[in-house]
Each structure stands twice: as C-alpha cells, then as structure tokens.
C-alpha cells in the first residue's frame, strides 16, 4: 500500500521530523483530501506532540518497550502538562 507515492514501511522508518514534513506537504487530490482530512489531522498533531517533546529523531517502526527512561518520561511530563495546564519539564 501507497501513501501519496510512499510505502508505508519507508513512512514509518522516517524520524517523526521528517515525517512530520511529508504530511504538510502532502498533496491530494480534493476527493482524497476529503476523505482523509480528519485522519491527516490526527496524524499531524501527534506526530507535532512528538517533535515538540524533543523526540523529533524517532521513528514510527519502534516499539515503546524499546524507549529509553528519558524518552519515557518527556512523554510522561509532557501529557501531564498539557493535561493538567502545568508546566513541562522538555528538552
């Protein structure tokens, strides 16, 4: 399966920063457009929530066992700020 011209396994093997780029740059036609805009907006906004706790450098294709303690908990702090309107502790 196709992405607008990518495999999925290279848009998941791409760092959430450059991914993050395909997906503003998309382009669709308005049918396509039309059928996926609510998932395109989804899809921007976490992958945006990644590269805004400064994990921009990783990749979709990884698991979240495999997550350092750091990374763990700039998610953590970062939803329990957004959540609670709180301060963040990211990098």
């Known amino acids: 399966m196709r992405v607008a011209g990518y495999a999925i396994q290279d848009l998941v093997d791409l760092p ?19 059928i996926a805009s609510r998932l395109l907006i989804e899809i921007r906004n976490r992958l945006e929530y ?15 066992s495999t997550l350092s303690g750091g990374d763990r908990k700039e998610l953590i702090f970062h939803d329990f700020g957004q959540q609670f309107g709180r301060f963040t502790l990211c990098s």
């Open 50 to 64: 990644l590269c805004d706790v400064g994990l921009g450098y990783l990749t979709l294709n990884r698991l979240s």
């Open 16 to 34: 959430a920063e450059k991914l993050k780029t395909v997906f503003l740059n998309m382009k669709l036609s308005t049918y396509e457009e039309k």
